[in-house]
């Protein structure tokens, strides 16, 4: 009886190249034993393998020389602000520049497109495309609100005590270059269309689904991370407002359930109080009616604050 040998460790916990086989010694017949499945042209993969998007990914990107992960995938992989019916896609996408043949393998969607290299970078041994070029790609799948959702994670400033990083994945002019590379794309008028309404200073995907509901409903636009102190670093801010009417909006997502965050907010919104501001606190319920009471509100809101000070009458011929 033969003895069985056991895949190295390196390819037993995740799919593998053949060459990478080949280099751990691994003979083309221990390939044929029932341990080991064959995905598709020079892939394999441990039978009893769990999926896992970014171990998949890094096989793919490592199997296929001048292609790159994109599209979905290169989304997940760079956890960007996917829409909810895409944020557990286990799609496989594959983009090829169109002096190589098509993408034909098992399981793996192929794209053959134009893109250049500063397009295109590593991340841990996976050659996949930038976070901005994906945003690009998905112009031709995502309507206009979650590609301004994606966008707007893209040019916000980051915080550095939370994301170790103080400049932004891109800017306006940034993007604006790149769709100008790129004239006859499919999905790029989409993409100037979001282009055209992402702004700076959205913090989440519900934040910016809610200006854009303020924008459907006729509401002026309003200021973002507005502070109560002009000019003061630790000053409290809103989510959204308008400051000559002293309005402040606040959308609390999921982690202001924790206690010391509701603490931080009852802190923060009681300064604004304190100043003579409303405060108007917007929730996933809002969101998921389209925030449709969540207009009426501010409506409201901003047609009683002309009431008691009339002297910016053009502001409220608007709500």
């Not at 009886?1 to 460790?9: E, S, V, Y």
């Not at 550095?160 to 790129?182: C, K, Q």
């Not at 109080?273 to 509100?297: I, P, R, S, Y």
Request: aromatic content about 6%.
């Amino acid at each position: 009886m033969k003895t069985r040998i056991d895949l190295p460790g390196t390819l037993a916990a995740a799919p593998f190249t053949l060459e990478s086989a080949r280099s751990s010694g691994v003979s083309a017949s221990r390939l044929r034993r029932g341990d080991v499945s064959h995905i598709s042209r020079g892939l394999y993969r441990p039978s009893d393998w769990s999926f896992d998007l970014e171990a998949a990914a890094r096989a793919l990107s490592q199997a296929s020389p001048g292609a790159w992960i994109s599209h979905i995938t290169a989304g997940r992989l760079h956890c960007q602000l996917l829409p909810p019916w895409l944020a557990d896609s286990t799609e496989l996408h594959l983009s090829k520049p169109r002096s190589l043949p098509e993408v034909r393998r098992k399981g793996v969607i192929g794209h053959t497109v134009l893109a250049f290299e500063d397009e295109i970078e590593s991340i841990d041994g996976i050659r996949i495309s930038t976070r901005s070029r994906t945003w690009l790609d998905l112009a031709r799948r995502l309507p206009v609100s979650d590609l301004v959702c994606l966008g707007d994670q893209l040019i916000r400033i980051p915080r550095v005590e939370f994301e170790g990083r103080t400049r932004p994945f891109d800017t306006p002019d940034g993007l604006r270059f790149l769709l100008s590379r790129h004239p006859n794309m499919q999905g790029v008028v989409r993409a100037r269309e979001a282009l055209d309404l992402m702004r700076v200073g959205a913090d989440s995907a519900p934040e910016t689904l809610l200006r854009l509901a303020m924008a459907d409903a006729g509401l002026p636009e309003p200021q973002l991370q507005v502070a109560l102190r002009s000019n003061d670093a630790v000053s409290p801010t809103a989510d959204l407002g308008y400051r000559h009417r002293r309005l402040a909006i606040q959308y609390d997502g999921g982690h202001h359930l924790l206690e010391a965050q509701r603490f931080s907010d009852k802190r923060r919104d009681k300064a604004f109080e304190a100043a003579g501001w409303t405060v108007l606190v917007v929730d996933k319920n809002d969101l998921a009616d389209g925030f449709q009471q969540c207009m009426v509100k501010i409506k409201r809101i901003l047609r009683t604050a002309w009431v008691d000070h009339p002297a910016v009458a053009g502001f409220a011929d608007a709500v």
